[in-house]
């Protein structure tokens, strides 16, 4: 008798994946895609709609390949976030690229509203600050510049949204067009009170509602494989949708105020739940972490960092090296950065310091510096941020945090988690698996389905444990806040 499972869907911005999870916690299956990033000017990030659907079919069609004697109970989608694309109704073909959530390319669409005296409701209704991180000016870019994308919408043809939208709405044959609470709360478009398109927002931006998909809950049945995408048969249920960050905290259990979460990729995301919706004064984003048909919507606080794993990427080019890894062990053959801070705001500085006008600097260079200095003062620069983040929860919540967990692809790095240990002055806690977004929202899927995972597939891996004395930690934060006062200046 075949064995049930949730086919889970993570895409995200260098790699989509699939993941077939068994109902009682077991990864019986996965297929993983890369998929590629254009930067055609300074500040500008984009793909290709159609690479984001051809690179989802091939993971399905991998892990689909890889698994025996399975049957798909469900499909789960995680996605990456803020990330937008238009695309023709009648025919499914995109229409202009996707503009990524690095995307800084309505800049002067936020520098205009914030001039108008507008930033005040903005972020009391959306809860977000404004910034071109976030999808409402990206989407009015695509309405704008995409070509024919005005001739669409005065047809009734153009459709938009986040990435999980265009997933859902090529799974099910263009029979659906919705997104769910947690991805809708990251556009800038939404009512946080309420979890509804909000007008206001909508006349600010210029974005019409005809086309955006429809809010729902984050396990809602958003509909059924139509089509035969990625050789799906049809009828099988989307059961759950949620955004890549919010998804790894449902994995890692984390539902009560006073823990956090840390998805390490691309960027980064720290996200605290707080319950009902609770206001930031110190640069965090107030968001809706899911929302469920019994439970109702659950709030919370996030930080998002725009360059963090990605750093280590960006620091290995310029350094001449093979990858992330060769840049660790690189880093490691020192005992310090020897007085080198490296500030990886090359996309601007998101939380808590919102500024998109900054940039990138390598500073407190002297003659005894190596390459070597420079490789590690990079990834404490991940590790530095992630800091002024959970810094920025405490303030808000006035309480200190109980528990840091890490995910994503960068938490696999020994040194990386140490070394945020070591300079946040708190134990870090890895689970057994790293890819929690996929299985968060699988396990949102079961509980839809009302059989709910075990989550044996998750398990502690390790405790990291702060090993700089405070003196050492207290100099080199110094360090840093100095940096940033620098790349404000930039």
């Keep these: ?160 949204g986040t990435v999980d939208s265009w997933l859902l709405w090529n799974l099910t044959g263009g029979a659906v067009h919705a997104t769910d609470a947690s991805n809708a709360s990251r556009t800038q478009l939404l009512a946080l009170d309420g979890a509804a398109w909000s007008p206001e927002l909508l006349a600010l931006f210029g974005v019409p509602a005809d086309v955006l998909p429809q809010v729902l809950p984050s396990d809602s049945r958003f509909g059924e494989t139509r089509g035969g995408f990625a050789g799906l048969p049809d009828g099988i249920p989307i059961h759950a949708m949620m955004g890549d960050s919010h998804a790894s905290m449902f994995g890692h259990g984390i539902s009560a105020p006073g823990m956090v979460k840390v998805t390490l990729g691309t960027g980064s995301s720290l996200m605290c739940p ?78 808590p310091h919102w500024n998109e006008k900054a940039r990138g600097l390598v500073c407190g260079l002297s003659l005894s510096s190596k390459p070597a200095h420079i490789a590690r003062a990079a990834l404490e620069g991940i590790a530095h941020q992630i800091c002024d983040v959970v810094a920025a929860f405490e303030a808000d919540l006035g309480a200190p945090l109980t528990s840091i967990s890490v995910d994503g692809s960068a938490a696999r790095s020994d040194f990386l988690v140490q070394l945020i240990a070591d300079l946040s002055g708190r134990k870090v806690e890895r689970p057994s698996q790293t890819e929690l977004s996929a299985i968060g929202t699988a396990m949102m899927a079961a509980n839809a389905l009302g059989r709910p995972i075990v989550p044996s597939i998750i398990s502690s891996d390790r405790i990291f444990m702060p090993a700089l004395n405070d003196d050492r930690r207290d100099a080199m934060r110094g360090q840093w806040r100095t940096a940033i006062a620098r790349a404000k200046l930039s």
């Design 274 to 351: 707080t319950g009902t919706r609770r206001t930031s004064t110190h640069g965090l984003s107030e968001t809706i972490a899911w929302a469920t048909g019994a439970g109702g919507v659950v709030h919370a606080l996030e930080g998002n960092i725009t360059v963090s794993g990605h750093a280590a990427a960006f620091a290995s080019e310029m350094l001449g090296l093979a990858g992330p890894q060769a840049l660790t062990e690189l880093a490691m053959s020192v005992d310090d950065s020897d007085g080198v801070v490296f500030l990886p705001a090359m996309a601007g500085l998101g939380a």
């Design 1 to 160: 008798m075949p064995t049930p499972a949730i086919l889970a869907i993570d895409q995200g911005t260098t790699n989509t994946k699939a993941l077939l999870i068994t109902l009682d916690g077991q990864l019986a299956a996965a297929g993983s895609v890369p998929t590629g990033v254009q930067y055609p000017r300074p500040g500008w990030a984009e793909q290709s709609g159609e690479a984001i659907r051809a690179s989802t079919a091939t993971a399905i069609a991998a892990a689909l390949g890889n698994a025996r004697d399975i049957q798909i109970a469900a499909i789960a989608i995680s996605n990456q976030r803020e990330t937008v694309l238009a695309w023709d109704a009648q025919t499914s073909d995109p229409v202009g690229p996707a503009v990524i959530w690095q995307c800084r390319r309505s800049s002067e669409l936020c520098t205009t509203l914030r001039e108008a005296g507008h930033e005040d409701l903005i972020h009391r209704t959306s809860g977000l600050g404004l910034d071109p991180l976030f999808s409402a000016g990206k989407l009015r870019w695509l309405l704008d510049n995409a070509p024919g994308a005005r001739d669409l919408h005065r047809a009734g043809n153009l459709r938009m």
